[in-house]
């Protein structure tokens, strides 16, 4: 098959698409149409790969929720932490990294649950809470003389224990406000940002918040990483599991798909 012009715009198209996470095939008649090309044509899905291996970037996932990609840090669609709100300074980058893994370490602590087609709820007070008994699980591990084996993760557990849960502002602009000097401010930070490119939902009854498929695929894709598998082996162990009821698995149906 000779790919034609039509052909290479519907990929463009596909690639525009993939990289709004907050757009769904349900709500788009085009983006179901390109995603079934690519789901169906081999000829097209095997361009839309070329061009996007060109792009430093990979298809994960081409299911109902959208062509969700994998990207590695050359890409022009890489997310960096340094972009979150108050993250542009090495303390910001060291909490909405470590909160950021803990999440995925959180909802997602055995290769059962990252198998598992279903979404996490995650209580942000309570989050908190248990991301501080971690910090004291690693305390132990360093009192133990038994390394992390990740210094930007030492250097941030160290950092999150220090800092108070909630700190809120008394002067300008942010009085009445959570301080970014706080740790509850970085968890509610981090899950924002994670609404804003399609992995998660805040809950309506406010304070929880839901962990989409594409957080999923991603935390998926990133299960080798050296902080993710440490603190999910940690959090796997009945002692950090006991202290840590707010992952509450939900029905699939439960999640927006459309």
């Not at 993939?18 to 169906?40: D, K, M, W």
């Not at 080798?224 to 082996?233: K, M, N, R, S, V």
């Amino acid at each position: 098959m000779t790919l034609t012009q039509n052909d290479h715009i519907d990929i463009g198209t596909l690639i525009a698409y993939a990289i709004q996470p907050t757009q769904r095939p349900g709500r788009s008649q085009e983006y179901r149409r390109v995603l079934g090309r690519y789901r169906t044509e081999s000829d097209f899905r095997v361009a839309a790969d070329a061009v996007l291996q060109g792009l430093h970037a990979r298809a994960l996932s081409d299911g109902d929720f959208g062509l969700v990609l994998g990207v590695s840090p050359e890409s022009p669609f890489a997310y960096r932490v340094g972009d979150m709100p108050n993250a542009g300074h090495r303390i910001g980058r060291l909490m909405a990294g470590l909160v950021l893994v803990g999440v995925a370490a959180h909802a997602y602590p055995t290769p059962a649950d990252l198998e598992e087609e279903r979404i996490r709820r995650v209580a942000d007070v309570e989050f908190e809470q248990w991301m501080r008994t971690m910090c004291e699980r690693l305390q132990e591990h360093d009192a133990a003389g038994e390394p992390v084996p990740d210094d930007g993760l030492n250097e941030a557990w160290r950092t999150y224990h220090e800092m108070p849960s909630t700190l809120v502002g008394d002067k300008g602009r942010s009085s009445g406000r959570l301080s970014p000097k706080c740790t509850l401010y970085w968890v509610r930070n981090v899950l924002g940002w994670l609404v804003e490119h399609g992995m998660a939902r805040a809950d309506s009854t406010g304070g929880t918040w839901m962990l989409t498929e594409r957080f999923r695929v991603q935390v998926k894709d990133m299960a080798g990483e050296p902080a993710y598998t440490f603190l999910a082996d940690i959090a796997r162990r009945p002692q950090a599991r006991s202290s840590s009821p707010t992952v509450q698995p939900v029905g699939a149906d439960d999640e927006e798909r459309v």
